[in-house]
Every structure is written in C-alpha cells, then in structure tokens.
C-alpha cells in the first residue's frame, strides 16, 4: 500500500479558504476526517472515484469540495468560508473499496473503520 500524506494545513482568518492534498493513488474510497481536542474523529467529506460520488458532512456542505486527479494520484479538499468550527487536525483515510457492490453511502463511509489506511495529519488553524 501506499503510504497517506496529507498536506496544506495551515492558519486562516475567518472566511478565508485553504486546500488541502492527499497522496492517494492506489485506493478508489477517500475520505478526510477531523479531529478536535475533546471531540470524536468525524468524517467531513469522501470519495468513491470508480463511480465519481462525493459525500459531505452537513457541517461543512456548500462550503468543501472533495476531488480526486488520477494523474497525480491525489485527492483535495478545498475548503471555503472557513468557520473556527472548522479549525482541527485534518487526517486522510483510505482503502480499496468493492465496485461490484453498487453505488456506496455515506452512512458505508463515514464509519473509521471503512478504512484501513490512515494518514498522519495536517492541522487547519481558523481564528476570527
């Protein structure tokens, strides 16, 4: 397997954008998780690449977009209108997941334990 990096965490004010990266060629379900102190890992966004779905949380709908480019073999989310709820470590999760089995569901993919693989983190920093 190939190891997971994420990258472009940092530090914005309120309302600003930030996009982060994750290397992800061989896996087809993606997904970015956060992470705040005191507070369970919750997934924020996916990706099922073989058929081209996306899932988002509620929280974050209408304001992150999560894709995939195949030829980099790397997975984004761009984040805008950035809240200081939004403020966390930034994980990157990914496994195999079975085409055959038909289109998935974000309740399928916003359990940990759809994924095998996980990154180590990048840290988003939100402040008004």
């Known amino acids: 397997q190939v190891p997971l990096v994420e990258s472009g965490g940092g530090s914005v004010q309120v309302g600003e954008s930030l996009k982060l990266s994750c290397t992800s060629s061989?896996?087809?379900?993606i997904a970015w998780w956060r992470q705040t102190p005191g507070k369970e890992r919750e997934a924020v966004a996916a990706?099922?690449?073989?058929?081209?779905?996306?899932f988002y949380a509620d929280s974050v709908k209408d304001r992150f977009t999560i894709s995939h480019d195949n030829a980099k073999g790397t997975t984004f989310l761009q984040m805008n209108a950035l809240r200081p709820d939004d403020a966390g470590m930034y994980y990157c999760?990914?496994?195999?997941?079975?085409?055959?089995?038909?289109?998935?569901?974000?309740?399928?993919?916003?359990?940990?334990?759809?994924?095998?693989?996980w990154g180590r983190g990048t840290q988003v920093s939100v402040s008004s």
């Open positions: 990706i099922f690449t073989d058929r081209g779905q996306t």
């Open positions: 061989t896996y087809n379900c």
């Open positions: 999760a990914a496994d195999r997941c079975n085409d055959r089995a038909g289109p998935l569901h974000w309740e399928e993919l916003n359990i940990p334990r759809a994924y095998d693989y």
